[in-house]
């Protein structure tokens, strides 16, 4: 399932919320508890890393990943983590919002 | 906001850590996803191969990233100058063509901004020059706005919106005598307050103050001008306190001003004395002081708080009550405006349009070249732009390569045109604006203003935007490599055709006009009906020395005989008004007419064999000679034109005019002296004879000479100084000399706009072999079937120079029709009878159609020279 317009942002914020991740992690996660439903395309996911980056809601720094390879490891900023807070509850009213309106008969 | 900069201000000045990061960050993520791939049983090959064709294009996932970063605006800009330098210097001939063209064409934009700003624009150069204000009389006609010293007094002491209001006569002709020399000096005679209105501060000693000029005639004080001081004193101090003559009156030097004071016209002060001195500065008046006597203008500082509309109000109001009435010609309203420029000619502000339309369309002219040139480059750089595109550019970042060229070469070549004016300038200034029509120094201030210098770079920016839009056009519609053919298809130049048709139409109207101008200015000089060449002019002026009419009779007697004994002079002869060849009006009558019928005419008093002097046929009768005198009956010589209109009839000689209230007799008819343009029609002349004014004091002389006036004027000088030394002479310069100064607007418009005419033909010939040559070689594989299949090598360049022949022969015919309408515009600077117009378009579209047939018969041979094989060969 391609993702909705807009919404790539808010799963990236997610995603390194728990703890720093490394691009290809943050796609597998994704994809993960998504339950392989959401495919996130690397043409889109590194320009919006490096876009959220400049926007100071993730830092990077560089680090070994698990295999002992030198990788690139976003995690939240102060910033990004109320970033991720008003998008949460944007998303969840936009939902809400949506899905009454499906509901109705 | 703060981390945004230094994430950009890293992105650039870090630029290839940040590279390299991007690159380690999506290797790693390949790197991840081959070693998934091989955990689920691959081959490293396999794996390998799937990875990348998931991942998608490296280079362009690597660009958007830098977009998404916000890769800043000055490392793009970095890369694309870098970019373009690296494209000018494989492509140097082109290069040169577009950084030479700019140059030259913003050259003239930056000339004409010079021009406009010296002589129309600046303010006066003092503190606080924005509250300066002239106070000019209206006459309902133009004219120099000069009022009385009392009328400029009672509008003193009434105005209250301006801060003080000072009286200056700044052209003041004053013949000085100080430490053994005597010579004209122009000077100013201005009131006290004029200083400190001014801001002016005295290098030595002090300005006269009120006291000084408060009563007529008796503070004899001077202040000199630094230059004179220099010169004249060898910038001694003990100058102070010494006395000089001017104009045979002593005064005592009591300051100094300090060098380049602010000019109020272009001719620089040699001096200042007090308006209460005006008896003695301005002799055109029985007593320059009366209210009769307008001689003074009027400059004033604005109140604070006070505005222009203020001050025009309150001037309309406190105006002198007898100005109400007047006639049309007399002072009879006030002008209030802000000081601006150093024009006093109406002509300049039209030429100085003139010229300025001019250099915009040599411009434009220039843009559609370069467009065309660069567009043609475009073409073959399709391929380049192809790889660039498919490596990730998006085509907004190749307009803007393309766009960033352009303003490279538009840049620097307006810089050049800004330095390449300022050598144009001090050429112009030397030509033409040294001296003026009687031979006095000028000083125009030219130096390029910042405004002029930001001004010439916006345009010049401005062009390069507009000459990037068709290579831009182009480059965006590159193919990415592989996706077509690389090898572009046959360039279309039907819209190449109709620009450098417009090109051509453009260069034949400039050339003619400036043909046209040429023309004129010669044509005054060599004289319908005069001949100005072998003529010298002296002005005498026996009234500065306090000659009665009487004894300048004499003077004038004596100065003629001794002039007459060189042996290098043939005739010599002189006018009481104005100077030669011009003079005053007067209004003419038939003694039956009624007051109203009267005519308008130019009038000047002459002396015996004036017409001879200036070679001017006599049609019927006689020229004044020595017989009319003060005594015998008053006669009088009529122009061609004035007698046709007088009586139709003919029978001139031996009838009654009235000139103004005298009745003379005609005694001749001599031909229309054409000194006119086009604008004004014929005039009518009357002249009557120099001794019929007993109250002729000054005169100015021509002397018929038989060798080279210039060389004469020393000695022509010395003759009349035997006579007596003390009779001021000035103004001693050639006729031609004072022609050329007077027709000034025609010969800068001639050479201005020959300049653009020869660049715009340069540019259309360049332009022509250019698309010309572009088309052969794109058709090399057509000629070359033609070739094989039998076609002749004459009919092939017939071919190419006809299609080239088209484009000018239309561009031509359109320049033509735009030559006859610009001639009209111009039509005030043009001497010459509009009959002969024709031999100009002609000559000029003649001279553009054989230059582009030339331009064309280059790409032609080489088309005729094609070796089938060697073309069917080419892919």
């Known amino acids: 399932m391609?993702?909705?317009?807009?919404?790539?942002?808010?799963?990236?914020?997610?995603?390194?919320?728990?703890?720093?991740?490394?691009?290809?992690?943050?796609?597998?996660?994704?994809?993960?508890?998504?339950?392989?439903?959401?495919?996130?395309?690397?043409?889109?996911?590194?320009?919006?890393?490096?876009?959220?980056?400049?926007?100071?809601?993730?830092?990077?720094?560089?680090?070994?990943?698990?295999?002992?390879?030198?990788?690139?490891?976003?995690?939240?900023?102060?910033?990004?983590?109320?970033?991720?807070?008003?998008?949460?509850?944007?998303w969840r009213s936009l939902t809400s919002a949506v899905n009454l309106l499906l509901d109705h008969h | 906001m703060l981390r945004d900069l230094v994430h950009r201000t890293r992105a650039l000045f870090r630029r290839r850590t940040v590279e390299r990061e991007l690159?380690?960050?999506?290797?790693?993520?390949?790197?991840?996803?081959?070693?998934?791939?091989?955990?689920?049983?691959?081959?490293?090959?396999?794996?390998?191969?799937?990875?990348?064709?998931?991942?998608?294009?490296?280079?362009?996932?690597?660009?958007?990233?830098?977009?998404?970063?916000?890769?800043?605006?000055?490392?793009?800009?970095?890369?694309?100058?870098?970019?373009?330098?690296?494209?000018?210097?494989?492509?140097?001939?082109?290069?040169?063509?577009?950084?030479?063209?700019?140059?030259?064409?913003?050259?003239?934009?930056?000339?004409?901004?010079?021009?406009?700003?010296?002589?129309?624009?600046?303010?006066?150069?003092?503190?606080?020059?924005?509250?300066?204000?002239?106070?000019?009389?209206?006459?309902?006609?133009?004219?120099?706005?000069?009022?009385?010293?009392?009328?400029?007094?009672?509008?003193?002491?009434?105005?209250?919106?301006?801060?003080?209001?000072?009286?200056?006569?700044?052209?003041?002709?004053?013949?000085?005598?100080?430490?053994?020399?005597?010579?004209?000096?122009?000077?100013?005679?201005?009131?006290?307050?004029?200083?400190?209105?001014?801001?002016?501060?005295?290098a030595l000693g002090r300005f006269f103050g009120a006291e000084e000029d408060r009563v007529p005639d008796r503070d004899r004080v001077v202040v000199l001008g630094y230059d004179l001081w220099q010169s004249w004193f060898a910038a001694s101090p003990s100058a102070i306190g010494s006395v000089l003559t001017i104009n045979g009156s002593g005064f005592t030097i009591i300051g100094v001003a300090r060098s380049r004071p602010p000019g109020l016209t272009p001719m620089p002060v040699g001096l200042y004395i007090p308006t209460m001195m005006l008896r003695v500065g301005y002799r055109w008046c029985d007593d320059a002081l009366a209210v009769s006597c307008t001689v003074v203008s009027m400059i004033g500082r604005l109140a604070p708080g006070r505005t222009l509309a203020d001050a025009s109000s309150e001037f309309a109001a406190i105006m002198p009550a007898a100005w109400a009435g007047a006639p049309i010609g007399e002072n009879r309203g006030l002008r209030v405006s802000r000081p601006r420029g150093m024009s006093e000619d109406d002509q300049e502000p039209r030429l100085v349009a003139t010229l300025g339309v001019v250099a915009i369309v040599l411009l434009i002219v220039c843009c559609a070249n370069l467009g065309g040139l660069l567009s043609a480059q475009s073409a073959v750089r399709q391929t380049e732009f192809g790889v660039r595109m498919s490596?990730?550019?998006?085509?907004?970042?190749?307009?803007?390569?393309?766009?960033?060229?352009?303003?490279?070469?538009?840049?620097?070549?307006?810089?050049?045109?800004?330095?390449?004016?300022?050598?144009?300038?001090?050429?112009?200034?030397?030509?033409?604006?040294?001296?003026?029509?009687?031979?006095?120094?000028?000083?125009?201030?030219?130096?390029?203003?910042?405004?002029?210098?930001?001004?010439?770079l916006a345009v010049a920016v401005a062009a390069g935007v507009l000459f990037a839009v068709l290579p831009a056009i182009r480059a965006m519609r590159a193919p990415l490599i592989g996706v077509t053919p690389a090898r572009s298809t046959a360039p279309r130049w039907s819209a190449a055709r109709w620009l450098l048709a417009a090109q051509a139409a453009i260069a034949v109207a400039m050339l003619a006009i400036a043909a046209l101008l040429a023309f004129s200015a010669r044509s005054v000089l060599e004289g319908r009906n005069y001949d100005t060449s072998h003529v010298a002019l002296m002005r005498v002026r026996p009234r500065l020395v306090q000659y009665t009419p009487q004894r300048a009779q004499q003077f004038h007697h004596q100065v003629i005989e001794r002039l007459r004994a060189m042996g290098s002079v043939e005739s010599v002869s002189m006018v009481g008004l104005g100077s030669v060849l011009s003079g005053g009006s007067a209004r003419v009558s038939l003694p039956t007419w009624a007051p109203e019928q009267q005519l308008a005419v130019h009038y000047n008093e002459v002396g015996p064999a004036y017409f001879a002097t200036l070679r001017t046929?006599?049609?019927?009768?006689?020229?004044?000679?020595?017989?009319?005198?003060?005594?015998?009956?008053?006669?009088?010589?009529?122009?061609?034109?004035?007698?046709?209109?007088?009586?139709?009839?003919?029978?001139?000689?031996?009838?009654?005019?009235?000139?103004?209230?005298?009745?003379?007799?005609?005694?001749?008819?001599?031909?229309?002296?054409?000194?006119?343009s086009r604008r004004d029609s014929t005039q009518f002349w009357a002249f009557a004879p120099f001794w019929q004014n007993s109250g002729q004091v000054d005169s100015r002389l021509a002397i018929r000479t038989t060798g080279d006036p210039a060389l004469l004027l020393p000695d022509l000088a010395r003759e009349v100084h035997r006579v007596d030394p003390a009779v001021p002479i000035a103004e001693t310069i050639t006729l031609p000399t004072r022609i050329a100064a007077l027709t000034r607007p025609v010969r800068v418009g001639a050479l201005f706009i020959g300049y653009a005419a020869a660049l715009a033909m340069l540019l259309t010939a360049v332009g022509l072999y250019a698309a010309l040559a572009f088309a052969v070689s794109a058709r090399t594989k057509e000629i070359g079937i033609r070739v094989a299949l039998g076609a002749a090598g004459a009919r092939l360049i017939g071919s190419i120079v006809g299609e080239g022949l088209t484009v000018v022969v239309a561009g031509a015919a359109i320049g033509v029709a735009l030559a006859a309408a610009a001639t009209k515009v111009v039509a005030s600077l043009l001497y010459a009878p509009a009959a002969a117009d024709w031999m100009f378009y002609a000559g000029s579209a003649g001279l553009v159609t054989a230059v582009g047939v030339g331009a064309s018969l280059l790409p032609a041979y080489r088309a005729a020279a094609v070796q089938p094989i060697v073309a069917l060969r080419q892919d």
């Open chain 2, 23 to 202: 690159a380690d960050e999506l290797r790693f993520h390949l790197e991840q996803s081959v070693e998934r791939h091989m955990a689920s049983g691959m081959t490293p090959t396999e794996a390998q191969r799937l990875a990348r064709l998931e991942f998608g294009g490296i280079a362009q996932i690597a660009e958007a990233c830098r977009d998404a970063r916000g890769v800043s605006v000055a490392e793009i800009t970095l890369q694309d100058l870098a970019y373009g330098w690296r494209t000018m210097r494989r492509s140097p001939m082109l290069s040169i063509a577009a950084v030479g063209t700019m140059t030259l064409a913003t050259a003239a934009i930056a000339c004409v901004g010079s021009l406009a700003d010296a002589l129309l624009w600046r303010a006066i150069p003092v503190d606080a020059s924005d509250s300066l204000i002239t106070v000019a009389a209206t006459r309902g006609r133009p004219g120099d706005g000069v009022v009385s010293y009392p009328d400029y007094v009672s509008l003193r002491d009434r105005a209250r919106t301006v801060n003080g209001l000072a009286a200056h006569y700044s052209t003041a002709p004053l013949f000085v005598v100080a430490g053994g020399q005597a010579r004209e000096v122009n000077g100013a005679v201005v009131s006290a307050n004029y200083f400190p209105l001014l801001g002016m501060q005295p």
């Open chain 2, 391 to 456: 490596l990730g550019a998006g085509p907004l970042r190749i307009v803007r390569q393309v766009l960033t060229e352009s303003l490279l070469l538009a840049l620097v070549g307006g810089a050049g045109g800004l330095l390449l004016s300022r050598v144009f300038m001090a050429a112009l200034a030397r030509m033409f604006f040294a001296m003026d029509d009687e031979g006095h120094p000028l000083s125009y201030d030219f130096s390029q203003s910042a405004g002029v210098t930001m001004a010439t």
């Open chain 1, 2 to 90: 391609d993702l909705p317009q807009g919404t790539l942002d808010l799963l990236i914020l997610k995603a390194v919320a728990l703890e720093p991740q490394h691009g290809w992690g943050v796609a597998e996660r994704i994809r993960q508890i998504s339950n392989e439903a959401l495919k996130v395309n690397q043409g889109s996911l590194y320009p919006a890393l490096h876009r959220l980056e400049r926007r100071g809601w993730i830092k990077a720094t560089w680090d070994l990943s698990d295999n002992n390879r030198r990788a690139k490891y976003y995690e939240l900023t102060k910033a990004g983590r109320r970033r991720l807070e008003q998008q949460t509850d944007a």
């Open chain 2, 617 to 676: 046929p006599i049609v019927a009768g006689r020229e004044f000679d020595d017989r009319d005198t003060a005594e015998s009956p008053r006669v009088a010589i009529v122009t061609d034109s004035l007698a046709a209109r007088l009586w139709p009839e003919g029978a001139w000689i031996g009838s009654s005019i009235v000139i103004g209230q005298t009745r003379r007799e005609v005694v001749g008819v001599v031909a229309d002296l054409a000194i006119h």
